[in-house]
Structures are given as structure tokens and as C-alpha cells.
């Protein structure tokens, strides 16, 4: 019996769009926007406070509560854009985003912005996945890195510039402003998204609506967030909730295998956890995203409450960290199809290396002007940051291929953002809870937060230096020799000669496609196409190594 194997030919992605960095722009500027109220609020929540006579809970809820939606809507909203549209759900998430910031701003009562700032998170979940997947399916190659590096640069520089410019807002007319901003961003956005955000065609829809699969993501999610809230907000903390949320999740995974094998399409491919550098990205992301965000949240807490510094003072403390970040992310997204994981793996090195003596110049602070000799540790740590944020999305989604990119950019996101909530909960908690033991010791506060920071950012740089050797030992293992194969029978599987990714005709970085050999055709097996291919990514064909009369060839 006869065995064939069908020939797998690459599909051209065709000419790429001449809009794309103009859209990307666009896309840019809403991240940015999103982003920015992660931090932007912190600096004006006393004022918050008193303007509208809230209790510290509805002040940490107008804080945590963006976060906890932020991150709930991640996944749904990334297979939304999948199904149905990538610019249909970007300028939904912006439009409301816009909308949902002018009820922020004219927010009667506290517990009115609570609910508008638990809407804010929804639009800002719902819009963020669909810019990463846009990336991934606008860009090839080279230029692919160079977008995602400066789309980590304006994470980084979001989220270091959040502080200055609540400052800036707050002394020019009040808490409100931090939300008015929005709307003339927000409407531009709008306007520029709809002339020059390609309409990317939608890839062919699955079958059922996962709902349950939602519903047990969305319940372990929030079940893990919760008690990091409680924490922040110093009172009864319901830490039994986590064990509630390890057993939704595994639920979870159980029920979308279920789902999966019923022919129906589930809420999360869990087949992208084998995609190689998927997993120790995503690892990555969180670890890193629980220590960076807090170095600054802290820096603030401790220059306007230990150093007396007013909230401008502050924000503008931690601009070398944006500057650096800004520098770097810039170089980062040209370097990192050359370097790799390499390039991941320095700027963790980079950030450690400005963290410790952030903070050992914070446990001897005796006064002067500290910012001054925080300035060269911060940019040191900036421009580590900025070669990790965008470098790490790249390798994270760099075998991913594009239908699915909204899902896996969401899955990816929605750690980062668990992980910015542990790490600003263990933060605060190590800063209020030094206070309460040796009062006033602000130097001491700080810097304990600042070495608790430092240990999250190393377990990242565990993380990717154990991803760097694992990838290094698979591309120098020994390839096994094959067994002679006697007329009539056949062989096993083909051979794996070389994982490293290759760029397609587009100059798209293709997925890992192992090449393969086959052995000589015999009698009883006709030469047939070496053609070896994952289903799920383009193939591409391997060098002639047997002549018909099965002799070896050159390659």
C-alpha cells in the first residue's frame, strides 16, 4: 500500500499596507491613553478624596477597580477582535473608553466614579488586545520588531510618566482634568482610526459561544485579584478566595479541552501554551509587571510622604526611568530578531542593576537632594525596561499566527496585569506595613519595597535565562540517525533538522517549521514532497537530500 503525503505550498500574505505606520500611531496614542490612567490616579487620589468626601475603601476601588475590569476583559475581548473584526472592536473600546471618561469627570459622588472607573476598565480591556494583534498582522519581519519595541516603550513610558502628569493636571485645575484629557485624545482617535486603521478581514468564526468558559475564567481572575484589593485597603482579607480561583482555573482548563473535543471552538487555545517561547514569555510578563510598577508607585509614596515633595515634584523624580525606557525601546525593536531572548535577558540585568541601589540610596537617605542621586539608577533601570517590555511581547507572539493573535496578546496582557496587582498589593504592604512597626522610618519603608521589587524582577530574569538555555540545548541537540529502512515497510516520523525561525516569502518571521528529511523511496513508496508542517503554520520546503534512485544528494 502506497504511502502520499500532500505538498504544502506557502500562501503569500500579499503587499503590506502603506497606512500601517500611521495606524500604528494611532494605536499608539489610544494604548498610551488607557495606560496612563493606570498611574495618572494615584497622584490624585487624596484630592479625589476630599472633593468628594470618600471613604478610604471607595478611594482604593477608584484605583483597583480599573485594574480588576482592565484585566477581566482582556481574553473575551481578544477573541471578539478575532470573530469579528480587529478595527470594529479598537474604535468600540475607544469610543467608550472616551464616553466613559467624561462620566469620571463629572462624577457627583464617590461611589458614582467607582462605577465609572469599573467601566473604564472594561473599554480599556476591550481595546488594548486588538492594538497587539494589529501589530502582529500589520507588520512582518524587521518591522515587526521595531513596532512592538515601540509599543513597550510607550507601556514603559505610560506608566513613568503617569505621576508628572497627574501633577501637571491636578495644579492646573483639579482631579476632573485627569479624566477631561481624555476626550479631545479620544475623539482625534476616533476620527484618525476610522480613516486609517485597515479593516482587517476576520478570520471564519468557530462554532458555540464558550459562555461557561467565560464565566470560569472571569470567576478565577477575580478571585485572585480580590484579596491583593483587600490587602491595599488594610482590612479583612479573604485569602480562602484563592483557593476558589485554583479550582475554577483548572475547571477552566478541564472544561475547554472538553469543549475543544466536542468540534466547538473554545474560549482560549490552549495549544498556544506549546508554542515555543509562549509559555516563558507569558512568565516573563508577569513576573515583571509585578516588580517595575511598583518601584514607582512606591518612589512616589515615599518622596511625597517621607521627603515632603508636592505630586509635580514627585512625577518628575521618576522621568529618567521614562527617558530611559523611551531611549532603549527604540534600539530594542531593531536588535531583537538579531539578539533574541539575549537582549530580554540584559535589560532584566539593566533593571536589577538601577533597583539595589535605588534603594540601598534610599535606606541611607539623610536628606539633600535625593532625586539627584536617584537620576542615574533610574535611567539605568528605564533603559533595561524598555529592552524587555516590547522585546518579550515580540518573542511571545513570534510563533503565534495572526487569526489568533487577538486571543494570545490577551492571554499574555491579562497576566502582566494579575501581575501588576500582586506586585503593587506586596508593595504597599511591605511600605505601610514597615510604618506601622518603626514609625516614620519612611527610608526604611521604601527600600525594603524597593529589594521586595527587585526579587520579582530577578524571578523574571530567572525566567527568561532558563527559556535562553532551553532554546540553546534544543538548536545544539544531536540529530538521531534513522534506521535503514528495508524495501516495503516504513519509516517512523520525520527528523527535526532545525528549529529557528524562518522568514517567508512577506518577510514575516514564519512559525518554527521543523525541516525534515524522509528516508530514499523504495519499491513499495513512491518519491513524495519532503514538505513538513505544524497544521496550524506555514510550511516550507526542505532541500532536496535523496535522488529518485535513492542516492544522498547535496542539500
Known amino acids: 500500500m502506497t504511502q502520499s503525503y500532500e505538498r504544502v505550498t506557502l500562501s503569500p500574505d500579499g503587499p503590506a499596507d502603506p497606512n500601517r505606520w500611521r495606524a500604528l500611531t494611532v494605536c499608539l496614542v489610544a494604548s498610551f491613553m488607557t495606560l496612563l490612567d493606570v498611574s495618572i490616579v494615584n497622584v490624585g487620589l487624596p484630592q479625589m478624596q476630599a472633593g468628594l468626601h470618600a471613604s478610604p475603601a471607595d478611594v482604593s476601588w477608584v484605583r483597583a477597580g480599573y485594574t480588576l475590569t482592565f484585566g477581566l476583559v482582556l481574553v473575551p475581548s481578544g477573541k471578539l477582535g478575532d470573530a469579528l473584526g480587529r478595527k470594529r472592536m479598537f ?20 461611589q458614582w466614579l467607582v462605577v465609572a472607573r469599573l467601566l473604564q476598565g472594561v473599554a480599556g480591556g476591550l481595546l488594548n488586545p486588538q492594538i497587539i494583534a494589529m501589530i502582529q498582522q500589520l507588520f512582518r519581519g524587521d518591522e515587526r520588531g521595531r513596532a512592538f519595541g515601540l509599543y513597550g516603550g510607550t507601556v514603559a513610558i505610560a506608566t513613568a510618566i503617569g ?13 476632573r482634568w485627569m479624566f477631561l484629557v481624555n476626550l479631545p485624545i479620544g475623539a482625534v482617535g476616533l476620527v484618525l482610526g476610522v480613516l486609517l486603521v485597515p479593516s482587517i478581514p476576520a478570520r471564519r468564526r468557530g462554532r458555540g459561544l464558550d459562555l461557561v468558559g467565560v464565566a470560569l475564567l472571569g470567576g478565577g481572575i477575580t478571585s485572585i485579584m480580590l484579596p491583593l484589593i483587600e490587602q491595599e485597603q488594610g482590612g479583612g482579607v479573604q485569602w480562602s478566595l484563592l483557593g476558589l480561583a485554583a479550582v475554577l482555573l483548572v475547571a477552566f482548563v478541564f472544561w475547554e479541552r472538553w469543549w475543544q473535543r466536542r468540534g ?26 509585578a516588580g517595575y510598577p511598583g518601584v514607582l508607585f512606591i518612589l512616589s509614596l515615599y518622596l511625597q510622604q517621607g521627603r515632603a515633595y508636592s505630586a509635580l515634584a514627585a512625577g518628575a523624580a521618576g522621568m529618567p526611568f521614562a527617558v530611559g525606557s523611551a531611549i532603549s525601546a ?17 535589560g532584566l540585568a539593566a533593571v536589577l542593576a538601577g533597583l539595589i541601589p535605588a534603594a540601598l540610596i534610599i535606606q541611607h537617605d539623610t536628606g539633600g537632594a535625593v532625586w539627584a542621586r536617584l537620576f542615574v539608577p533610574l535611567l539605568l533601570a528605564g533603559l533595561g525596561s524598555g529592552l524587555v517590555i ?35 498589593a ?36 530567572v ?18 540517525r534513522q534506521s535503514s529502512d528495508t524495501p516495503g515497510t516504513r519509516t517512523g516520523g520525520p527528523v527535526v533538522t532545525d528549529l529557528r525561525p524562518t522568514r517567508d516569502q512577506g518577510g514575516t518571521t514564519a512559525s518554527p517549521t521543523p525541516c525534515c528529511r524522509r528516508p530514499p523511496p523504495g519499491p513499495s513508496r513512491p518519491r513524495t514532497s519532503r514538505t513538513c508542517a505544524p497544521s496550524s503554520s506555514p510550511a516550507r520546503r526542505c532541500p532536496a537530500r535523496w535522488s529518485s534512485a535513492g542516492h544522498r544528494t547535496s542539500a
Open 264 to 289: 466547538l471552538d473554545p474560549l482560549v487555545d490552549l495549544g498556544l501554551l506549546r508554542t515555543p517561547s509562549f509559555g516563558a514569555s507569558s512568565l516573563v510578563g508577569l513576573a515583571y509587571f
Open 390 to 424: 516590547g522585546p518579550n511581547q515580540t518573542l511571545a507572539l513570534q510563533f503565534v499566527p495572526p487569526a489568533g493573535s487577538g486571543t494570545a496578546a490577551a492571554m499574555v496582557q491579562t497576566g502582566q496585569r494579575v501581575g501588576m496587582s500582586v506586585g503593587t
Open 163 to 175: 505621576p508628572l502628569a497627574g501633577g501637571l493636571l491636578i495644579e492646573a485645575g483639579g482631579w
Open 91 to 110: 474604535l468600540l473600546g475607544l469610543f467608550l473608553f472616551t464616553g466613559v471618561s467624561l462620566m469620571c469627570a463629572l462624577s457627583p459622588t464617590a
Open 463 to 480: 525566567a527568561a535565562s532558563g527559556d535562553l538555555v532551553a532554546a540553546r540545548r534544543l538548536r545544539r541537540r544531536p540529530i538521531p
Open 426 to 461: 506586596v508593595a504597599a504592604t511591605m511600605f505601610f506595613g514597615h510604618l506601622e512597626v518603626a514609625h516614620r522610618d519612611y527610608s526604611g519603608a521604601a527600600s525594603r519595597s524597593l529589594y521586595g521589587a527587585a526579587a520579582l524582577v530577578a524571578v523574571a530574569l
Open 330 to 346: 527604540a534600539v530594542s525593536g531593531r536588535a531583537v530578531y538579531r539578539i533574541g531572548r539575549v537582549l530580554v535577558v540584559a
